[in-house]
Nanobody, 120 residues
Framework: QVQLVESGGGLVQAGGSLRLSCAAS????????MGWSRQAPGKEREFVAG????????YVADSVKGRFTISRDNPKNTVYLQMNDLNTEDTAVYFC?????????????WGQGTQVTVSS
């Protein structure tokens, strides 16, 4: 069983940046696809970024393309989501996930989430 803990969320002004981190423990995720999803109030959860286990292939959703970047550090068992040029529509709880069947789909292991709030 893997435990995922997200951090790095907070309040930021529109146009600002945040970097989210997801630390895995319990078992290594160095051979797992990893990803980030988000859920805004009243909306369905949206998968926004994925990365393969080597960190060579990535995917980002059209809604965040050009602004968000996913990366990973396998020795640290950590995945990151760099978010730039944030806008109010990015306000959501962001969840890390592990074990997706592809880099375009979430896995079955989820963290508790970290809140990102973008003010105008």
């Amino acid at each position: 069983q893997v435990q995922l803990v997200e951090s790095g969320g907070g309040l930021v002004q529109a146009g600002g940046s945040l970097r989210l981190s997801c630390a895995a423990s319990g078992r290594t995720v160095s051979h797992s696809n990893m990803g980030w999803s988000r859920q805004a109030p009243g909306k369905e959860r949206e998968f926004v970024a994925g990365i393969d286990w080597l960190g060579l292939r990535t995917y980002v959703a059209d809604s965040v393309k050009g602004r968000f970047t996913i990366s990973r550090d396998n020795p640290k068992n950590t995945v990151y989501l760099q978010m730039n040029d944030l806008n109010t529509e990015d306000t959501a709880v962001y969840f890390c996930n592990a074990g997706g069947p592809t880099i375009m789909r979430p896995g079955t292991s989820w963290g508790q989430g970290t809140q990102v709030t973008v003010s105008s």
